[in-house]
């Protein structure tokens, strides 16, 4: 938090305390709703947080409700009259209605949905059933359409009649009598024109559109990659029925990216604030890729048992079994900057399975000029300082330098190929990247070491 935000919440909490409402409100009304929902959630306990709430300025009031986390809504809902909730869910966006909804239980949503209006209720029920990773569960329906026919005139009233009631009004949507998409047209386009020019003369008439069923991601890729503010969604039978603006492509592309982070953590997916997560959850989201990760570290150790009696009967046996840790410990880091790499640029729409053997070209020089760097540092300290405190020859620290060198080249490739097939087998490369990597190149990595120091020693 900021200096300035330190100030003004001191003087928040200052006004509420001392009961000056009017300076409170007053002060409220210059602050932004997420400013506003971060005080209540920091400063206030569960009881001042109903109160607080209630001397919000009517204007601010949902769109504070829309910032807050769950637990908070929940909380503020179950306190609310249905006279007070009508005001605060009737005031909001339908699709942050519907992302509110989707987090309460089956008695709050209930409430909601009777508290609503018919009209509403409908749209609601409607958003509710699309999939939750689809562009039609993070679509509004409330947009401003206008008729190719119109004047600029006309499209300018069109606009101050509905366009209260609708998340954007820089961006307007062109339809014919079925409702189909047939342009786009923006405000900045209409002040420009004179207010007797037609919108079909004025009108992008090849617009950019996603279908409802498409991937949320996808379509936040496709808002970046066009720089648009709001992006047209339209059913199988090219009719608009909703926007998504650039506000919820960015918390789509928020909780992906969180996600991903999630995953290749070895971390189950939890949308919760860390702090807001119950000892309970956090045990859930880790145990399992634990169990899993430790089940896979079996087989390095069932191959470390296969070498064990060949090892010692080396006279540097106890020495090779000294760098087995280093060893794999580099191989999985080396491993690993490749798959993120990767996996961010899958993620990113750089890449694609097509660009397999390119990729592969480019990593394998990148892994060799990284690998002679490691390898001759390597080389370097076992000479230098490992032999002070171990006995053993210029070939033993030759062998761990050259394993050292095979194993970061062969770790970068399965670091950059395994994330590819698991996108083409329509996996996901997050998922794959850390137990999957981990297993393979530390397994590899022992077989290498074991089978030279062996045949060479």
Same mark, same amino acid.
Request: glycine letters at 4%.
């Given at each position: ?63 504070? $409700? ?63 059933? +699309? ?24 499209? $300018? ?12 009004? +820089? ?217 002070? +405190? ?68």
């Amino acid at each position: 938090m900021t200096d300035e935000m330190e100030v003004l919440f001191e003087k928040l909490s200052a006004f509420y305390e001392e009961r000056k409402y009017a300076d409170l409100r007053i002060l409220l009304l210059d602050m932004e709703p997420t400013d506003i929902a971060a005080f209540m959630e920091e400063n206030l306990d569960d009881k001042d947080q109903i109160r607080f709430f209630r001397l919000l300025p009517k204007e601010l009031a949902s769109d504070v $409700f829309v910032e807050i986390d769950s637990d908070t809504q929940e909380h503020l809902i179950k306190s609310f009259s249905d006279t007070e909730l009508k005001a605060v869910i009737d005031d909001m966006f339908l699709d942050d209605t519907v992302d509110i909804i989707e987090e309460m239980p089956a008695n709050v949503v209930k409430r909601i949905l009777a508290t609503s209006t018919a009209e509403n209720r409908k749209q609601l029920n409607e958003l509710l059933e +699309y999939p939750d990773d689809s562009a039609g569960s993070i679509m509004t329906t409330e947009f401003v359409a206008l008729s190719a026919d119109m004047t600029v005139k006309d499209a $300018f009233d069109k606009i101050r009649k509905t366009g209260i009631n609708s998340e954007t009004i +820089y961006t307007c949507y062109v339809t014919d009598g079925k409702k189909h998409l047939i342009g786009v047209v923006t405000v900045k386009k209409l002040l420009l024109a004179q207010m007797t020019d037609i919108i079909r003369d004025v009108m992008d008439d090849a617009p950019i559109s996603v279908e409802t069923l498409e991937d949320k991601e996808d379509v936040a890729m496709k808002l970046s990659k066009y720089d648009f503010l709001a992006l047209p969604v339209v059913d199988k039978e090219g009719c608009i029925v909703g926007i998504v603006t650039v506000d919820d492509a960015v918390d789509v592309l928020q909780e992906e990216a969180t996600e991903d982070i999630q995953k290749m953590a070895a971390i189950l997916p939890n949308e919760k604030p860390y702090l807001k997560q119950s000892t309970g959850n956090i045990w859930k989201a880790r145990i399992p890729w634990l169990l899993l990760l430790m089940v896979s570290a079996t087989f390095t150790s069932m191959i470390l048992s296969g070498y064990e009696n060949k090892l010692a009967l080396l006279p540097t046996g106890a020495i090779l079994y000294a760098f087995v840790p280093m060893l794999m410990d580099t191989a999985g880091n080396a491993g690993g900057q490749s798959s993120v790499t990767v996996i961010r640029a899958l993620a990113l729409n750089e890449i694609e399975f097509k660009d397999i053997f390119q990729i592969i070209w480019k990593e394998l020089r990148v892994s060799i000029l990284l690998a002679l760097t490691v390898a001759a540092v390597c080389f370097a300290k076992l000479m230098l300082i490992d032999r002070l +405190y171990n006995n053993f020859e210029w070939n033993v620290a030759a062998i761990v330098s050259g394993v050292l060198f095979i194993t970061i080249v062969m770790a970068k490739l399965v670091g950059c190929i395994l994330p590819l097939i698991a996108k083409k087998c329509k996996l996901d490369p997050a998922v794959v990247a850390s137990p999957f990597i981990t297993t393979i190149v530390d397994a590899l990595s022992l077989i290498i070491y074991c089978s030279i120091a062996i045949a060479l020693l």
